[in-house]
């Protein structure tokens, strides 16, 4: 038996169709759930770990904590949009996410930064004291010497004549 | 200048010289604290609403400082309770949360953020409450900082 194209056939497929596609699950956007913000905080949380530990290596983290901030404004802004416009929300969440991940994988380096630099101002401030201290100790040891030497090149060729 | 008068200055000079070198990399011992406070709606300590109807915004701002030694992640909480919810320096009030903002701050930054809000039950001496809270990495929580502001309001119908 052949299927046949008739407008009885035609009505109950276009039924389905409307039907299918009015469906929650296909047709429109579902709201973002409680868990959706969990985990976009939850990788916000681990960001901020992250972005802790370059600052307690002595990074520069003011950029990293300012991306962080503007990914809790989207996360807030999902929140207060996810009644309204679930569309935006979802997508205001996902772009938090992102901005969350980039700058926990921006903060490792920004952490290496900072150590590096804080040993290179440990290594300057250890030996600006030593050279000071070395210096100081030459300028006691020698200074008397040193200043009569140049005292005499400086002065000794002037001749020094009774007046009267 | 005689010998030990020049002797003295030198080791002076010296021992200022040698601390300045050295100062950037000497352990800062600041005590280390955060700071909460509650501005009215012209972002100045007063002015605060007494009164307000259900359904309309009140408007205030937070203000979050943190002088932790460390970049600090916080969590601003803003509960309505009434006159007979407990809140202290160590215990955190009982009572629902009407608005949550985050902040993460650098040290020594500070932040003042505005803050909308709306009551929906009417009441006599309504309390609002305010709290800071900052997130603790080893237990991936936020643990109340105890510090904590309050504000008295007669919410009426309409």
Not at chain 1, 5 to 27: E, H, K, M, Q
Not at chain 1, 97 to 102: E, F, L, Y
């Amino acid at each position: 038996m052949g299927f046949r194209l008739s407008c009885g056939n035609l009505f109950v497929f276009a039924s389905l169709l409307l039907l299918i596609l009015s469906s929650p699950l296909v047709s429109r956007t579902q709201a973002a759930s409680q868990s959706d913000f969990g985990g976009a905080q939850s990788v916000v949380q681990s960001a901020f770990s992250a972005v802790q530990n370059a600052d307690r290596l002595g990074g520069n983290v003011t950029a990293l904590v300012a991306q962080l901030n503007g990914a809790l404004s989207l996360i807030q802004k999902a929140s207060a949009e996810n009644a309204t416009n679930p569309a935006q929300a979802a997508k205001d969440l996902a772009n938090a996410t992102s901005v969350a991940q980039k700058v926990a994988s921006a903060a490792g380096p920004v952490g290496q930064q900072g150590s590096a630099a804080r040993q290179l101002q440990f290594y300057l401030s250890v030996g600006s004291a030593a050279v000071i201290v070395a210096v100081a100790s030459l300028i006691y040891i020698f200074g008397d010497r040193i200043y009569r030497r140049l005292w005499l090149r400086a002065y000794g060729s002037y001749e020094v004549r009774k007046i009267g | 200048m005689d010998k030990e008068t020049a002797t003295i200055a030198l080791a002076v000079v010296t021992i200022l010289a040698v601390f300045a070198a050295v100062y950037p990399i000497l352990p800062q011992n600041s005590e280390p604290f955060s700071e909460l406070g509650v501005l009215g709606p012209n972002l100045k300590i007063g002015g605060y609403p007494t009164n307000a109807t259900v359904g309309q915004q009140i408007s205030l701002f937070g203000y979050v400082g943190n002088h932790e030694g460390m970049v600090s992640y916080y969590q601003f909480l803003v509960k309505l309770g009434n006159q007979s919810t407990v809140v202290s320096n160590t215990t955190a009030a009982t009572a629902p949360v009407v608005l949550t903002t985050y902040e993460v701050l650098a040290n020594n930054q500070t932040v003042t953020f505005p803050l909308s809000i709306v009551l929906h039950q009417p009441g006599t001496n309504e309390k609002l409450i305010f709290e800071l809270w900052r997130f603790d990495p080893n237990t991936s929580s936020f643990g109340y900082t105890g510090l904590w502001d309050q504000l008295f309001l007669n919410v009426t119908s309409h």
